[in-house]
């Protein structure tokens, strides 16, 4: 009975893995829901920022603030990647870096060099290894993402790109569409593309205190900072969405190894047993 | 009474919403009433208080770390930050995401030695199992 002992210690433990992906499957199928109700609450801001921007933009024709304006030649690119920081999330982030390293490469087959910045310790871990200059990187946003978190990266960047170290920033994510599915994007931060508005019916303009140009600065680094901020947000909704999914079939999947492991086991018991039962009679005949 | 839309928000949650008779507000140049159909404004506010009158004659408080107002001619809203910003808590912020990078950067040997043991792991682990596979094929 050596043999049956073996598989049911490996049934047991098949259990025992069982346990730990439902268990899982169900947490991230509880942070689903907070996920989403967060991105939820980020909306309204980055709506009514959007409206104040293509007032401002409209309003003022002389100051043309550097993150409205393309530039001809593009020398270096950068990339904000969001990531997650955890594993056991089937191939969201390989799917994500792989969409990446294309966009990446289509630069640099032009002779445009690449900055990265990281968020998450899945991107840092990836493009660690890489031959990109990584210059900065956050992990550990946890399950309630704060704008606070983000601010020192997206600075980073920004600042890079007013100076004109960089001369495009590119936004990329996992697009949370719905439970079953995610979509790696890429998106484009700055320049911001001109918005599209309606022009009002009559002409009016905002007062401004103190003055166009400080308010328009600041409320673009307000809504580029809100922006990466939904993007980590949508991320995280991604990662429990593809976690749950990824659970739930490694669960499936434990479900089908025990019940082949039980069938062996059962043929293992049966052929013991008429085993003794032959042998016990081959003794009687030569008794 | 003439009321005005009011919505406050931040860019992680929804923090007021509802008619006021007026709003108070501490912008960069100076404290700002708004009545209903005032002209249309936009303003940097200062870390203080918004006071929102209500058409009940309450009074809500809600303090904010800056932000912005933005007033059009029956909407108030105003887009608060989140945490306190100055320019030297930015730099600071950024130089802490800087000096991140380089950290990760630099402890590479960790982080190989590692994925190295984690690969010599999975190895050995198949092994066994390839092991267990064979032993059981024998005995049948």
């Keep these: ?287 | 009474m003439t009321t005005i839309r009011c919505d406050i928000v931040s860019a992680e949650e929804e923090i007021f919403s509802g008619r006021a008779s007026m709003v108070i507000a501490t912008g960069e140049m100076g404290e700002l009433g708004i009545a209903p159909r005032h002209a249309p404004l936009i303003t940097r506010l200062k870390p203080g208080q918004v006071r929102v009158q209500l058409e009940n004659g309450g009074e809500q408080f809600f303090y904010v770390s800056g932000g912005i107002l933005e007033v059009q001619p029956t909407v108030v809203t105003v887009l608060t930050d989140t945490a306190i910003r100055a320019k030297d808590l930015d730099e600071a912020a950024a130089r802490k995401a800087k000096h991140e990078a380089e950290r990760a950067l630099s402890d590479r040997s960790d982080a190989l030695s590692l994925a190295q043991a984690q690969a010599q792991l999975a190895q050995a682990v198949a092994q066994l199992q390839a092991l267990e596979r064979l032993r059981r094929s024998l005995k049948h």
Excluded at chain 1, 162 to 190: C, H, W
Excluded at chain 1, 260 to 267: F, G, H, I, M, P
């Design chain 1, 1 to 287: 009975m050596a043999g049956a002992r073996e598989i049911r210690t490996k049934i047991k433990s098949v259990a025992n893995t069982r346990k730990v992906t439902r268990a899982l499957e169900m947490v991230s199928a509880s942070k689903i829901r907070k996920a989403q109700e967060l991105m939820r609450a980020s909306r309204p801001y980055a709506r009514l920022m959007r409206q104040a921007i293509g007032h401002i933009a409209r309003a003022d024709t002389e100051y043309e603030h550097p993150f409205l304006k393309a530039r001809a030649e593009v020398r270096r690119v950068g990339y904000i990647v969001v990531s997650t920081d955890r594993g056991l999330c089937g191939g969201l982030n390989s799917n994500l870096f792989r969409t990446l390293l294309n966009d990446i490469g289509a630069w640099q087959a032009r002779g445009v060099e690449v900055d990265v910045i990281c968020i998450g310790q899945k991107a840092t871990q990836f493009f660690r290894r890489l031959n990109v200059n990584m210059v900065a990187s956050v992990t550990h946003l946890g399950e309630k993402p704060q704008i606070a978190q983000l601010i020192g990266v997206i600075k980073v960047m920004l600042d890079a790109y007013t100076e004109g170290r960089v001369d495009r920033l590119m936004l990329s994510y996992n697009d949370f569409i719905n439970t079953m599915s995610q979509k790696p994007v890429v998106d484009a931060l700055l320049p911001l593309p001109p918005t599209e508005e309606a022009p009002s019916a009559y002409n009016w303009d905002y007062i401004y205190e103190p003055d166009p140009a400080t308010v328009l600065d600041h409320v673009l680094t307000r809504y580029i900072e809100s922006l990466v901020y939904q993007a980590v947000l949508e991320n995280l909704a991604s990662e429990h969405a593809a976690r749950m999914v990824a659970m739930k079939s490694a669960s499936d999947n434990a479900t089908k190894a025990i019940d082949s492991l039980t069938l062996v086991y059962n043929k293992a018991r049966q052929a013991a047993i008429t085993q003794e039962i032959s042998e016990i009679v081959g003794g009687a005949a030569a008794v």
